[in-house]
């Protein structure tokens, strides 16, 4: 029985080629794309996963509320954490400092350093760790343990780490590494590399007492005040303590320690280790990314909806074809066939094409693998086959068999064998066309949804790319450096070197590009005053050519003068006006104190607002100084003409000036591009999703007009020789398809307004959600859906009056 159905069911195949390949390619490019996407959630999903103890571990978080206003910092003070363990030993508590684009060189026999010697530029991954923290999470050590960590100078390395640095890891243990050209550290141990999966990226390890016994030179503030995400706390906790009660036990400690010794309210949270990944509020993951699980969420739907527009393709394909099958179901019946058989091969017939579908999707999606980062940050080795991929081709193959097969099945098992006989079944009879068209309308309504996705996305992308942000980012070349004795002796001397060169336009030495990733944040006292206002300053530090390089707008006053030393500041207008001042030059010559400074320093100067971070946060107020001990990197105005000759020969310069060092620079541009990584990948998702939904929508329409041309055949025919031209008969079946188009709009705008007004929301600033995008998304799934019905209405407006009117 069931080779006879596998026999009918490739012989139905192979006898009705156009709707097996419309049905078969359908299903493929809607199950390649899932597939992909469930790849993406799979891995997105199964982060921090790999731990042993990872339901028990919990990431300490401060909660900060000053002028009403409530901020999270993924960091804990210093003091902290001895506080914590000393009041609750029963906790397992570990502390780290990261450290980003930290130099590692690779010492010589001698133990010197020089120009010969192997650098290596870490933009993550390397953390001042406490051995306690081997503790809370998995590793696996391939030689020494978690005890060399409480001894200074001292350095874990991951295995691909030693490979990179000694070529192979067997060789590592004992040598020697100076980080930033300012520690001697020894290799201790070297564990296996952690998996790709993680928040933590643990490749070069040092000891937390390093850090501490270093001082100044990354940070170290063993004081309440001072917060820093750089400084983060994770805690274990014993079976039989729930995070309610930890929570309890971090408020009592709070209350009794920060109090009066900060000048926020402050309360540290629990945050679960699961949550890591995906609470952006706190953001500033130690790694490479965080992903909200709103856009996990918008891809799950995604996924949904494409499979749901594939099932219906089938569904009306499958329909359509039934009633040409009308007479096999008659003669079966006669013969004896139960219901439940006839209902069996139908199953069956679903069952190969979508077996069939699988296979081709499953290479579709194979090809497509490599270009997956474009669209996620997932790695370049991501596994397209594992248990859980198996296990969603598998419940794939039973729902889309299930969504597609049983309602083609107990239409055609339902046909009377009379009726059957005499070729009287007609779409009327099996009630096909009223579902058809609640089909179509889901069709467009799923398609417009993501065409207005498109659109909107795209829209707002283009606007934050293409942004006044206050500042001229085009051709600026940042070069990040130092701020050890020796590179600031040299600071002058290569600024000199570069001014040489005509197509260098201008060079500023600063701690941060005006937008970045920085918030150093202080308290500050204005105009003679020792009465703190109620809000931060947020801090950049750049010499007197600042102003000029980046090409900021003085609205009143000037730049500072050159001085190596916090002697006059700049502010922004957002700085005055949350002062109360509203002319921007009645605060020339007023003066601040920034934090704990003994001296005052006037205001020269006010430059109009500048985006200061992404363009999801407000402007802050910003104060601008110079302090030569801060300013880490150069910024380098070039001429657009030979750019790559011109950072050649800067790339030289900068090598022969600084030997010790590896240059690391790039283009501002393209850093504040990375701002936006996240949204331009699910603009270009939308993009994408929305291609494969209207292609699927296109071969939708295609199944129902080829459904209505066979039932009207002989329709045709009467109004063609009564006169009918191929445009009347087009606009017959083109005028129902454009009702059914403009009633999927009305029902898919109310759902496409809401989610992309909640997506707009992560922007401060963006772009208004007019009728026109909406008017946009209709015009376009009208002229799409013209271009299908217009071809095989054409076709069936073509057929000979006689052939079509002598037809059964």
Known sequence: MIKNYVKIAWRNLIRHKANSIINISGLSVGIGACLLIFVILQFETSYNKFNNNYSNIYHIITEQTQEGNMAYNPGVSVPALEGLRTDYPQITFAGLNSSYGSQITVLGSNGSTDAGDKKFIEPIGVFFMEPQFFDIFTA????????????????????????????????????????????????????????????????????????????????????????????????????????????????????????EKTRSTRMHLAQPLSELHFDTKVGNTLGDHLTSKATLKTLSFIAVLIILMASINFINLSTAQSVGRSKEVGIRKVLGSTRKQLIGQVVGETTLVVLLSIIIAVAIARIALPYLKNIASVPDDISLFNAGTMAFLAATLIVVILLSGIYPALVI??????????????????????????????????????????????????????????????????????????????????????????????????????????????????????????????????????????????VAGKGYDPSDTVRQVVVNETFIHKLGIKNAANAIGKTLKIGGAKTWSPITGVVKDFKTNSLRDAVKPIVISPRKTFLSQAAVKIETKSLTKTVAAI??????????????????????????????????VYKLFAGIAIFISCLGLYGLVSFMAVQRTKEVGVRKVLGASVFNIVLLFSREFMILITISFVIAIPAAWYMMTGWLQNFAYRIPLTAGVFVLAILGSMVIAWLTVGYKAAKAALVNPIKSLRSE
């Open 413 to 554: 098992s339902g046909f009377k064998p009379v009726l059957a006989l005499k070729n009287k079944i007609t779409a009327a009879s099996i009630g096909g066309i009223p579902l058809r068209r609640a089909l179509v309308i889901a069709q467009f309504c799923i398609a417009q949804f993501l065409i207005i996705g498109t659109i909107v996305a795209v829209r707002q992308m283009n606007y934050v790319n293409e942004a006044d942000l206050g500042f001229n980012k085009s051709a600026v070349l940042i070069i990040p450096g130092y701020t050890d004795s020796i590179s600031l002796s040299k600071m002058q001397s290569f600024k000199q070197q570069l001014l040489q060169r005509s197509d260098v336009k201008s060079v500023s030495f600063a701690s941060d590009a005006p937008s970045s990733e920085n918030n150093w944040g202080s308290n500050f006292y204005f105009d003679n005053s020792m009465k703190d206002p109620d809000f931060s300053t947020f801090l950049k530090y750049g010499d007197a050519d600042y102003f000029k390089t980046f090409g900021f707008t003085f």
């Open 140 to 259: 696996k050590w391939l030689s020494g343990d978690k005890k060399v960590l409480s001894q200074p100078n001292m350095v874990v390395l991951s295995k691909s780490a030693a490979d990179k640095y000694f070529g192979n890891w067997k060789e590592a243990q004992g040598k020697a590494l100076k980080m930033d050209n300012s520690l001697t550290l020894r290799v201790a141990g070297v564990i296996d590399n952690i998996p790709n999966n993680t928040d933590i990226p643990m490749n070069v390890m040092i000891s937390y007492i390093t850090w501490k016994q270093g001082g100044d030179l990354y940070g170290y503030q063993n004081n309440w005040n001072t917060l820093s995400s750089n400084h983060q706390m994770f805690a274990l906790l014993p079976k039989g303590l729930s995070q309610q009660t930890f929570q309890k036990q971090l408020d009592a400690f709070t209350k009794k320690n920060t109090s």
């Open 651 to 684: 790339q030289k310069m900068w090598e022969n000036t600084y030997p010790e060092y590896a240059y690391n620079g790039y283009f501002l541009d393209e850093n504040i591009a990375q701002f936006y990584k996240q949204e331009n990948q699910l603009a270009l």
